[in-house]
């Protein structure tokens, strides 16, 4: 059982469209309840646009337990690896301009990072096959040191050798990403943040999305947690994401998320060509298929096609999910490491758009 202090707290948002049908409020109220009770999680927030209108968005449970605040449509969370999708349409973006070519080395947009044995394009770090490593370990997930400015990010990993030639096999890779940021930083002109908040940001909708600067007062934060081995909650670690903003170092609301993943389906962040290239699985140079795209996680459930993208790092567990052909699109934001909000999602999807 989760505990009373936990108990279910639901805030309705302002800015949506007509909202959706009451019984279908409900549903989702009981599903969010269970999902909170079942995994032990402090508290989450949720956003559902249908037919490309965000419908409704709403928390649930406590955005702080310690001090009983309740999670609500206004609660920031970070987005961990929900990030790497903006960062790709920023990419892309610069490919319908002109400005980048996603088959080029990197090395010509960013000639500070270190020759390698092979070149590496835009193009492989966006699907994970630029052979850059991940995480080495805790002590630089749970990293404390502030960076300055995407280009600094990149001292954490860039003199380390390859894990394998660009091409020939998927390794997941956040530090891909923050090289992808410094590509985009560069092709643009203008700095990383300051390009996602004109070009992505503003076209989308996103009102509260910004850099998650651990020093910064952002209001309506949430704490974050994690479960020891007997299920205990803990405090998350503290973290620094400043050196990992292009892959995992941005906060907002669900609303913001969920505001983005329409904006990429109805056309508005980049034309169709190319977002259906990014919703296009990626193969290996030996022909091996992946379930990711450019940016993007690419799959199916009961026979529908999924587009999503989860996210999950100190404080957080979150997901961005679509089902492009019923126009429906859900964001959910956790603050409990591990909590796989995809299910839930799945749940909404069927509640919603049954």
Request: net charge neutral.
């Amino acid at each position: 059982m989760i505990p009373a202090a936990l108990a279910l707290a639901l805030l309705a948002g302002p800015a949506v469209a007509q909202p959706l049908p009451a019984a279908q409020l409900q549903a989702i109220a009981s599903a969010a309840s269970a999902f909170l009770a079942e995994r032990r999680i402090p508290g989450l927030s949720v956003a559902v646009v249908v037919d490309r209108q965000l419908r409704w968005t709403a928390g649930f449970g406590l955005a702080d337990a310690e001090n009983a605040v309740p999670a609500s449509a206004e609660t920031m969370y970070r987005l961990a690896s929900v990030s790497k999708p903006m960062t790709a349409t920023a990419a892309m973006q610069l490919v319908e301009r002109g400005r980048l070519d996603l088959d080029a080395p990197v090395r010509r947009y960013v000639p500070s990072f270190p020759e390698k044995p092979w070149p590496i394009t835009s193009r492989q770090l966006m699907a994970h096959l630029g052979g850059i490593r991940h995480y080495r370990a805790n002590e630089e997930f749970d990293a404390t040191r502030r960076y300055v400015g995407v280009l600094e990010g990149l001292d954490v990993f860039k003199e380390d050798p390859l894990d394998h030639e660009p091409g020939t096999a998927y390794l997941y890779s956040t530090y891909g990403y923050c090289l992808l940021g410094a590509v985009v930083e560069a092709a643009s002109g203008e700095r990383f943040l300051d390009y996602l908040r004109e070009h992505v940001f503003r076209p989308a909708g996103m009102e509260n999305v910004r850099d998650d600067d651990a020093g910064a007062l952002i209001p309506h934060r949430a704490q974050g947690y994690w479960k020891i081995a007997d299920g205990e909650l803990r405090n998350s670690p503290p973290a620094d994401t400043s050196y990992k903003i292009p892959g995992g170092g941005l906060i907002a609301t669900a609303a913001d998320v969920a505001r983005f993943g329409s904006a990429i389906a109805e056309g508005t962040l980049v034309k169709p060509e190319s977002r259906g290239e990014m919703w296009t699985r990626q193969r290996t140079r030996a022909g091996r298929v992946l379930g990711y795209g450019l940016g993007w996680d690419l799959g199916e459930w009961k026979g529908r096609r999924e587009v999503s993208h989860t996210g999950g790092q100190e404080r957080v567990s979150t997901v961005l999910y679509l089902q492009p052909e019923r126009g429906l699109v859900i964001a959910i934001l956790t603050n409990l490491q591990g909590a796989h909000p995809t299910d839930l999602a799945r749940t909404i999807a069927e509640i919603v758009a049954p």
